[in-house]
């Protein structure tokens, strides 16, 4: 897998059609509903008149972990669902989640760190899957 400071992904040899709805399986196989998909490329079509290669964004949550985040810190929801990217490259498709740790990092409550952690696990797990 490749990081980035703000998250982790990989490259997938196969076409964006068949890499989305795999994705999407994996984040179900791990406790994730989608619960918000967003299709960039047929966004920035309509706004901006501007084509850009398939790429969609995914609301992925975990009812558990969230109600957990937000049992401690109820401002959390401003930083879900956690988003993952999954968007056509020329040589396949990338895939790439936040960094959950990243994520809830930016708040100053230690009680946050093992449920960042879950969470990371979690969609670390979605990455190996596919």
Do not use: W
């Amino acid at each position: 897998m490749q990081s980035v400071q703000y998250g982790v992904g990989r490259y997938l040899d196969e076409p964006y059609d068949q890499a989305l709805p795999r994705v999407v399986d994996a984040l179900k196989a791990e406790g994730f509903g989608v619960i918000t998909e967003i299709d960039v490329r047929k966004t920035m079509k309509e706004k901006l008149d501007v084509d850009v290669p398939a790429h969609t964004i995914l609301g992925a949550c975990n009812p558990k972990l969230a109600h957990a985040a937000m049992e401690v810190e109820p401002d959390v929801g401003v930083l879900l669902p956690c988003n993952v990217v999954v968007y056509a490259t020329d040589k396949g498709t990338r895939i790439t989640a936040v960094n959950a740790g990243a994520m809830l990092g930016m708040i100053d409550n230690e009680r946050l760190a093992p449920i960042a952690k879950e969470v990371q696990a979690r969609l670390d797990r979605v990455l190996q899957s596919l």
